[in-house]
């Protein structure tokens, strides 16, 4: 999923987005709250209209912002008080809440309110985390209104796989349409995520969606693929491309970044990658794209942003087909090693 | 004409750019002479391949930009001498040079050469410079080397109207393929811009197209059309677009600029304009693009500028459709007055 926090994939219109053969978009709860308020968003008819993207889509619940990036939060059962970033006023947030908002603006998949504990943090400390989440979600399910959005809950517990493993058994007994595992690309080092990954998701259910929330790299997706994972968000593709950066030849199983402001694509009139169906490797050249970098001109986000979802989202399509195909961990070792 | 200064029209895809209805994009020889340079556009196989524009195109030739931009610049007959911006190095131009440089870039038209004298400026001065302008024109005839490109020249004379009338004299018993009024829109007062127009404008071939440089606004072109102009480029909407302003109902005769940055657009779930058939207006709200413009979004930038591009090509349609059937000076007369 290209990431659309504010209702709007960065420098890309929901045409463009469609054309990237983005399936779904994921938008967020913490910030569309605060602005510009889940009740215009409603009144528009929801965040499908209102943004403009009629595909499915996926609201986070704001549980990891909160933590994440509010001054002045207090956390207890109840739930996160926070000052508003944006106006100073203070903002309660229970789990009631979150899912209040959620549903009014009206996603197809809606996320558990969540206690995200940082990284590192003590056992204690996650296991009173992981605890009540697990107590939030029974709360988020009670206050879900809306029989047309599936609410999915989230997997905390740290890096302690002990914990992970308790938390999404407990969860697994749940039946809910979907699971994901939060909490990971929070500082980790890599190789911790992949090990929570391989020790999570199989205890999920298989014939569920399972989500691994805010990854990834090619790396870690192809991991967390093998360990079954189906859904990823990341804002990978369109944060490289505000830095001019490139993601290429995933699906060969050697995808590589480029910095296209480097020197050696000034006068290389080649496409970006030729193998590449996006508008961009269609219509312009490396040295078109290192000039627009240059020249700071803002088209260059637009044009890399095409071409790293859609790169990121050919690389998933490739390895699904792989694995129909019983390749996938041939063709894809590089990555799974 | 869209501006397209550094090979892309702002924030604007060519795929979109085409869905605006555009039909002809400038660029800027300036500019692009010093970035990236002409050699490595006219090894990409020119400016259509370079920057993904199939339509036609038209390069200006620099003059104005040098005499505006460049700092250190001395003006002889030879031709400028100006440092550039960019590095500092020095950059002999002669009109042969500016001409050389487009026939690299290879765009459908290019603009002679020419001294734009700033406003004011003295009798004595804007006479050199108008004599100077013709005999570079000579020079820019024989330097050039492409049939495949039409040469317009460029008439200067300030603004003073003898002087403006004896250029264009001048100029149209030359037999080139159009025409340019340049050197308005300089810091003038608009009501001298039209009686520069309206002086200027029928002493040029009227079976040539007649274009106004650097024009303009909706009454600046209404009132030029009237006086017999056919073609325009201007910065105005996709500098709008990135200051959050939208151009609206042109067409009708009674245009309007609103910031959509303001309050009152903030709950406002109408399109920006629902007679326009632009993808902005097809798909989103006011409030949607005033919440985007608040978010700091760059993507605010690319709507608007969809917009306001089709708006202003749709202006100018709808007022040749109006001359085609006689109803342009009653239609109109808001802008003609």
């Known amino acids: ?60 619940s704001g549980g990891f912002q909160v933590f994440s990036l509010s001054k002045m939060r207090t956390v207890t059962d109840q739930g996160a008080t926070f000052r508003s970033p944006r106006d100073g006023r203070l903002i309660e947030m229970p789990p009631e809440r979150s899912i209040e908002i959620q549903n009014q603006l009206g996603a197809d998949v809606i996320m558990a309110f969540d206690e995200c504990p940082p990284y590192p943090a003590s056992r204690e400390e996650v296991v009173a985390a992981t605890e009540r989440t697990y107590r939030w979600l029974k709360r988020c399910i009670n206050a879900h209104d809306r029989a047309d959005q599936a609410l999915f809950p989230i997997v905390q517990g740290g890096t302690y796989l002990d914990l992970r493993a308790k938390a999404a058994e407990e969860l697994a007994q749940l039946d809910l349409p979907g699971y994901a595992i939060g909490g990971v690309s929070v500082g980790e080092p890599p190789a911790l995520i992949e090990k929570i990954v391989q020790a999570t998701t199989p205890l999920l259910p298989p014939d569920k969606p399972r989500y691994l929330m805010g990854v990834g ?13 189906d859904l990823f968000d990341c804002v990978i593709p369109t944060r ?38 996006c508008y961009t490797c269609q219509t312009f050249t490396r040295a078109y794209l290192c000039h627009l970098i240059h020249a700071k001109e803002l088209l260059a986000y637009t044009l890399l942003s095409i071409h790293n979802i859609t790169e990121l989202i050919g690389f998933t399509t490739a390895i699904r087909q792989s694995i129909l195909e019983d390749r996938f961990t041939v063709e894809f070792a590089d990555w799974l090693t």
């Open 1 to 60: 999923m290209p990431v659309g926090t504010l209702a709007n994939v960065k420098t890309v219109t929901p045409d463009q987005l469609k054309r990237c053969n983005a399936e779904m978009v994921l938008a967020n709860t913490y910030h569309l709250h605060l602005q510009p308020g889940e009740d215009l968003i409603a009144a528009a008819g929801g965040l499908h209209k209102f943004m403009g993207w009629d595909g499915p889509m996926l609201t986070d």
């Open 217 to 229: 790299t090619y790396k870690e997706m192809a991991q967390a693929i093998a360990a079954g994972i």
């Open 240 to 277: 490289l491309a505000r830095h001019g950066a490139a993601l290429v030849g995933g699906a060969t199983g050697k995808g590589s970044r480029w910095n296209l402001k480097n020197a050696r694509f000034r006068r290389d009139l080649t496409p970006l990658d030729e193998k590449c169906p």
